[in-house]
Nanobody, 128 residues
Framework: VQLQAFGGGLVQPGNSLRLSCAAS????????MGWFRQAPGKEREFVAA????????YYADSVKGRFTISRDNAKNTLYLQMNSLKPEDTAVYYC??????????????????????WGQGTLVTVSS
């Protein structure tokens, strides 16, 4: 199984960026997917998650209204559209997958320990 996150970079505050996560070696449509991030000196935190079908999405309060998670099961790809970026969004962003059969509520999807597979991370730096 491989999850490859890409699309990070340096962006000015207020601008946008779209992250992608390409999945291989798993039945992508059978997995709930999430985005997490980790800033220097801080713990990994939940950003957003999406159910296997794309029918339900969940967001951390800090990104709600600015970020949008989506997926294309035909392309085995997960996305995170990030708008109105702030300096505090600076972090390494990770995509992760958990079997959809394990789902037990939205709080479950916010827990890093519930995910089986992780991407290598992509750095997002928001700075002027």
């Amino acid at each position: 199984v491989q999850l490859q996150a890409f699309g990070g970079g340096l962006v000015q505050p207020g601008n946008s960026l779209r992250l992608s996560c390409a999945a291989s070696g798993l039945t992508f449509g059978s997995y709930d997917m999430g985005w997490f991030r980790q800033a220097p000196g801080k713990e990994r935190e939940f950003v957003a998650a999406i159910r296997w079908s794309g029918g339900s999405t969940y967001y951390a309060d800090s990104v709600k209204g600015r970020f949008t998670i989506s997926r294309d099961n035909a392309k085995n790809t997960l996305y995170l559209q990030m708008n109105s970026l702030k300096p505090e969004d600076t972090a390494v962003y990770y995509c992760a997958g958990t079997p959809a059969t394990r789902y037990s509520g939205s709080r479950y999807l916010a827990r890093p320990d519930q995910y089986d597979y992780w991407g290598q991370g992509t750095l997002v730096t928001v700075s002027s």
